[in-house]
């Protein structure tokens, strides 16, 4: 076979996996909901104090919804990925010089998504804990 056939061949494979991939993602990821919801935001910060915001939105995704939590502050770095947090409440978390993060929580679990995809769903809690590696 020459190389003419094998890159044709390989470039018609490539498109279909690329073709699969973003079937699957965007059939099996996961969809924000819309309408209103009733969530909480916890905030603990690196002493362990905890401040909650209990908020009923529309929003359908958690930078949204934290932008409407009354007294929550929040900036950071925008990136190819959306907005990575550094700062909450006035508290900055470094990891260049800490090994100090904020994690993103969702119902016990860590989110999967940054803070502009991840989806907000009725009754959802969620945390942003500093955290340090």
């Not at 819309?34 to 929003?59: F, L, M, P, R, W």
Request: with cysteine.
């Amino acid at each position: 076979m020459n190389n003419k056939k094998k890159n044709i061949i390989f470039l018609v494979g490539f498109l279909c996996l690329t073709l699969l991939m973003a079937w699957v993602y965007f059939n099996f990821s996961e969809k924000p909901v819309t309408g209103s919801k009733a969530i909480t935001i916890e905030v603990i910060n690196q002493a362990e104090e905890v401040t909650v915001y209990n908020i009923k939105t529309d929003a359908e995704y958690l930078r949204q919804a934290m932008q409407e939590a009354e007294g929550l502050t929040f900036i950071g770095i925008e990136g190819p990925y959306g907005l990575m947090v550094t700062t909450v409440n006035d508290e900055t978390a470094d990891y260049n010089v800490n090994g100090a993060y904020w994690s993103f929580i969702v119902n016990g679990q860590y989110c999967n998504y940054g803070i502009d995809q991840q989806p907000v769903n009725d009754q959802d809690i969620f945390q942003i804990i500093y955290t340090k590696g």
